[in-house]
């Protein structure tokens, strides 16, 4: 259940953001493993105007993409290979057919399973639930 937080400058066609929300949902899932229908990006766009690297005015398309997964359930390769592969697609869909602002960033943030969930339970719950839940019998 992760949910990505990007946010991009300069403004972008709102149809992008669509693509974007496609683009980094495929590869949670694809390199983290995580469910895509619980998957949830926001897209927040903002003027260079109001983006500063060194105190300056950006002057290329810049992102700033934070994912948030639950502690432990991607190994540092996993995790590093997500990195990698939304730093090209945001370099893809952003640069128009350059690089990105040097000073672009992907994190990963690891939250602890009790610290954070979604419909109102835990991952920590629904962990202890899965594993308290009787095996059927094939």
């Known amino acids: 259940m992760p949910t990505l937080n990007l946010k991009v400058a300069p403004l972008q066609n709102p149809g992008r953001y669509r693509q974007l ?12 493993g995580k469910r895509r229908e619980v998957t949830a990006v926001m897209i927040e766009d903002l003027p260079t105007a ?14 700033f993409l934070e994912i948030s997964i639950t502690a432990g359930t991607n190994t540092d ?3 590093a290979a997500f990195i990698a592969a939304a730093s090209s697609e945001l370099e893809r869909q952003l640069g ?6 040097e000073a672009s960033y992907v994190i990963v943030r690891e939250l602890p399973a ?8 835990t991952q920590q719950l629904r962990r202890l639930a899965k594993l308290s839940a009787p095996v059927q019998a094939k």
């Open 21 to 32: 929300a496609l683009a980094l949902t495929a590869l949670a899932a694809e390199l983290l």
């Open 50 to 63: 109001r983006w500063y690297v060194d105190a300056e005015e950006v002057q290329r398309p810049t992102a």
């Open 77 to 79: 390769v996993e995790k």
């Open 96 to 101: 128009a057919g350059g690089p990105l602002e």
């Open 114 to 121: 009790a610290d954070w969930g979604y419909g109102g339970a």
